[in-house]
Each structure stands twice: as C-alpha cells, then as structure tokens.
C-alpha cells in the first residue's frame, strides 16, 4: 500500500523560509517521478517541483531560483526547500508519485499517489 505523508508546513513571514518533507511507504523513490504541487483556495492545482529517476528537476517559474527539491533515497524522504516565501505561495502543498517519467509541470493528473498535504501560509 502507498502512502505519502507529507510535513513541515507552517506560518511564516514574507522573506522566511520552510522545508517540506513527503514520507514515502510502498514505494522506491528510484522508479518514480516525485513532485511538489499546491492549490490555493479558488485556484486549480498547480506543479511547484518534480524530479525524475535521474534526478532531473523542474520548477515553475513563480519558484524558480527560491525552491529546491531533494530527496534521500535512504530514508525515502523527499524534500522541498522553500527560501524568499511570499504572500503568493501560501497554499496546501501536496507530494504525489507518478510511475514512471515526469511530465511537464501541469495540475498533475498524471500522478498517480498524493499526500495528505501540508499547509504554508505566508504573512506579508
């Protein structure tokens, strides 16, 4: 069974900085793309980060020299490194699996498994 879990969301002000941690059961991070997603309220779903089987990255404009996305493959753990945070990127953020290559950031229909999700919340 496939289970996602992810942590570390929180409040911070405009400028701070969180790290996201998804806890993967069920699953070999190294068969799987991995990705990073958020969806404010009124607004659809949108791909923040993904990395492939080869550790190939992508990031959606809007996060692009502030986010980081890692993971241990020892632990099972993928991370999102959050630096600079704004107002705008308040959001639930969600991990999720997709066997197989990555796709081009979208809504992340592809993908197969989600977490739970995580709340961040930027004060301006």
């Known amino acids: 069974q496939v289970q996602l879990v992810e ?10 900085s969180l790290r996201l941690s998804c806890a993967a059961s069920g699953i070999t991070y190294r068969r799987y793309c991995m990705g990073w997603f958020r969806q404010a309220p ?8 993904s990395m492939d089987q080869f550790a190939f990255t992508r990031f ?11 993971q241990d493959n020892a632990k099972n753990t993928l991370y999102l490194q ?6 705008e990127d308040t ?14 950031l979208g809504p992340g229909d ?15």
């Not at 009124?42 to 980060?49: C, S």
């Not at 592809?110 to 301006?124: I, P």
């Open 7 to 16: 942590s570390g969301g929180g409040s911070v002000q405009a400028g701070g």
């Open 82 to 87: 959050m630096n600079s945070l704004k107002p």
């Open 42 to 49: 009124g607004k659809e779903r949108e791909g923040v980060a």
């Open 110 to 124: 592809e993908f197969d498994y989600w977490g739970q999700g995580t709340q961040v919340t930027v004060s301006s």
């Open 60 to 70: 959606a404009d809007s996060v692009k020299g502030r986010f980081t996305i890692s």
């Open 91 to 104: 959001a639930m953020y969600y991990c999720a699996a997709d066997l197989g290559y990555c796709p081009l």
